[in-house]
């Protein structure tokens, strides 16, 4: 699954084409006839593939030595010095093994090379050395005949110049060192530049080397490289078509079991070509930022837009200080322009000095780049940039959507797992795979409301009702809603909430609206109503705000377009009627008594004629204590208020007397209340029931405001 930073090891491997390069090399090195040591670099910035060259030049000339006498082969000699930075005797390191390698040798006079190669390290290396390990032959050098610096040098040369070898050391990697290491590699390729049949091919890092000379010497560091590298080859730069070809490849096969409808193809060339190609330059950055999504994406992919999530994790892995300043600043970054007009200029400018703040930790020359890319991302930033509002509307497209710019799935893309309580896309998408059966639509509707979740899925469903859900599949989600909508917990209602019950109706506008024509939506709606036995309310409600839109209840209100409205006015009498025999079933029954939301369905019976019948409703239900404290109960309303102090908000119980006094006369029951709050009864009372009794008693007795 993950690709470690690991160079390739032979040219069938190449998807770059730098394959003829190498093998140039590799003609290059093997042509050299002469005697003399040369030292050719390879120059290349980390993560453009030195290594990776290196491996396909060593394999194009091991292919093409093959037919080569054997006292001709070339002997190659790899060595890292990476994997013994940090070791005071680096250079000594160097030539262990460099000896050993010929030692190891079947030549007999290539062994004896090896031998003397030691002796002369002795004699040139100005630290101590007691004993060098090669392998199966191991050398005191405190033992070895002492020659003159001069004899040894001549002696080293004539075997070296006396045998028909090259030998081709390869040192790849200086530019990991720390500058003194860096220092030493180039002393040891100097003391041995002029011993014959040597031939060096350096690799590293030109801009770090120099450097790094420079601090540990007096002069130009350059200068002092040319001294040595007689052969500079650079590698030659990678196409940037080459290299976003490769990065593209690799992303295909991670998202290749994404939806096609969850893929704009349109979206993602802006967020490419904005910004997030900046970050590939090399073989490397693909690595690191492959490595990072392939382990994150598979956890959330379901969760999340696939196309934000490739952009902010680019953001992770090259510029993390970014990445987190975008996780700690979620108000900043998510959200519509809900507040556009209201806000004060203080406020705007407080808010782009943030978001500049946020935009200097971007390199600069990368910065507008980023800048346009996070207007893509996060599109509340085009009204703090640039004068470009997104409202409201939008907000719900995002979620459905995964866009990291809801603040309903932002945290998704920090945490790398849903919310407790939140709803995943794949659960809603197999929940809405169910509507073509009313049965288990229901089913896992109920089962949401368990879970406590239904809520937020109703939310969420407003979501997909103006285009996702097929339009067969209508009629039984609104039949569905419409049978067991009084069972789902009421929520929170106010100025910046929206209660369950107009949760319903709006989803059951929505979605009827995709109907055409007045019929198509009545035979829902009819059919609907006609089928539900557990709720009343829902059926009640949904057809006093077609009343509204007929302009039934406020007369200076101006209707709802004809279009607009759900069903035509005769339609409108046949769902009344339904509501109405709804409502007299459950009064037979003995459940409208007990329904929570008793007092607004009193009021609509008698709104559609129920004259008589809610009066004699009433008085038997008011006849015994039970039943009084269930009529009062219904009348018990809720508010919030806060004050410019106050962080919690203050609960108000309200009891609209006079909403009462259209039901029963107050003198009738106010003494029977009283005396039920003295009783022992009133300590068996439910907190609600209580509230409801003391909050009536009250207002009758002034201590509460009646504002009805």
């Known amino acids: 699954m993950f690709k470690a930073d690991q160079p390739i090891t032979k040219c069938s491997e190449d998807k770059l084409g730098r394959a003829s390069f190498a093998e140039s090399l590799a003609r290059a090195i093997l042509s050299y006839k002469s005697t003399e040591c040369i030292v050719l670099g390879l120059f290349g910035s980390w993560g453009t593939g030195k290594t990776s060259l290196i491996n396909m030049c060593l394999e194009c000339i091991n292919k093409a030595v093959v037919s080569y006498p054997k006292n001709e ?12 930075s940090g070791q005071q005797q680096l250079i000594v390191q160097f030539f262990n093994h ?23 390290t002795k004699a040139i290396l100005p630290i101590e050395v007691s004993s060098i390990n090669l392998g199966p032959i191991s050398i005191r050098l405190k033992n070895l005949k002492q020659k003159s610096l001069e004899d040894q040098k001549n002696y080293l040369s004539q075997l070296l110049k006396n045998q028909s070898h090259k030998i081709i050391v390869i040192i790849d990697d200086i530019d990991r060192l720390n500058n003194y290491e860096i220092r030493q590699i180039f002393q040891l390729i100097k003391i041995l530049g002029n011993l014959p049949n040597i031939i060096y091919l350096v690799a590293f890092d030109k801009n ?20 040595i590298v007689q052969v500079p080859f650079d590698i030659p730069p990678v196409p940037k078509e080459e290299v976003y070809r490769l990065l593209f490849s690799q992303l295909d096969e991670l998202i290749k079991d994404i939806p096609e409808e969850k893929w704009d193809q349109t979206y993602w060339g802006n967020i490419f070509h904005s910004g997030i190609k900046v970050f590939f330059n090399t073989l490397r950055d693909i690595t690191r930022y492959l490595n990072t999504l392939r382990f994150s994406f598979p956890m959330v992919k379901e969760e999340v837009n696939p196309i934000d999530f490739i952009a902010i994790t680019s953001f992770q892995v090259f510029l993390p200080e970014l990445y987190y300043a975008i996780r700690d600043n979620k108000d900043l970054f998510t959200g519509a322009n809900l507040d556009f007009g ?19 930790l971007v390199p600069e020359d990368i910065k507008e780049n980023i800048k ?26 995002w979620r459905r959507d995964c866009r990291i710019c809801s603040p309903d799935v932002f945290d998704t893309y920090f945490r790398l797992t849903i919310p407790k309580g939140e709803i995943s896309q794949r659960e809603i998408q197999t929940i809405l795979s169910l509507a073509n059966d009313p049965n288990s639509f229901a089913e896992a509707l ?63 506008y929505q979605l009827s609206q995709r109907l055409d024509t007045h019929e198509k939506r009545f035979k829902v709606f009819k059919n609907a109503m006609e089928k539900a036995t557990r709720s009343l309310f829902t059926i009640v409600h949904e057809v006093s705000v077609q009343d509204q839109q007929h302009g039934k209840y406020h007369p200076k209100d101006t209707p709802t377009p004809e279009e607009k409205r759900t069903v035509n006015a005769e339609q409108l009498k046949v769902l009344e009627e339904i509501a109405l025999n709804k409502i007299e079933t459950w009064a037979n029954d003995g459940r409208l008594k007990k329904h ?6 009193l009021f609509m019976w008698r709104g559609w004629g129920g004259g008589d019948k809610v009066n004699r409703f009433v008085e038997n239900m008011i006849e015994s204590d039970e039943g009084l404290i269930d009529f009062i109960t219904a009348f018990l309303t809720k508010s919030k208020s806060l004050g410019m102090k106050d962080y919690v908000y203050k609960v108000h119980w309200r009891i609209d007397i006079k909403s009462i006094e259209k039901f029963i006369e107050i003198k009738k029951i106010e003494r029977r209340i009283r005396n039920i709050i003295n009783s022992e009864k009133y300590a068996h009372l439910d907190e609600r029931q209580k509230i409801a009794l003391r909050t009536f008693i009250d207002t009758i007795d002034g201590k509460i405001k009646d504002r009805f």
Request: with cysteine; proline share 4%; hydrophobic share 35%.
């Open 372 to 397: 346009k890319l996070l207007t893509y991302l996060f599109p509340k930033l085009e009204g703090i940039w640039r004068n470009t509002h997104y409202g409201s509307d939008w907000l719900g497209i």
């Open 98 to 120: 460099l000896s050993s390698a010929l030692s190891k040798h079947q030549s007999k006079r290539i062994k004896e090379i090896g031998k003397e190669l030691i002796s002369y």
């Open 208 to 227: 770090i080397v120099i450097k790094a000379l420079e601090k540990e010497q007096e002069g130009s560091g350059l200068e002092y490289l040319e001294k």
């Open 596 to 601: 929570k939301k008793l007092a607004y369905i």
């Open 446 to 508: 109920l089962k949401l409301n368990e879970d406590g979740r239904i809520i937020r899925f109703l939310e969420l469903l407003e979501d997909y009702t103006r285009d996702y859900i097929p339009e067969e599949n209508i009629e039984t989600i609104i039949s569905v809603l419409m049978d067991i909508g009084d069972l789902f917990p009421e929520g929170e209602s106010g100025f910046f909430e929206i209660d369950t019950p107009m949760r319903i109706l709006r989803i059951c």
């Open 342 to 360: 209201v806000r004060s200029e203080e406020i705007i400018e407080q808010e782009r000095r943030r978001c500049n703040e946020i935009l200097n």
């Open 73 to 84: 082969k070339p002997i190659v000699i790899k060595f890292n010095p990476w994997n013994y």
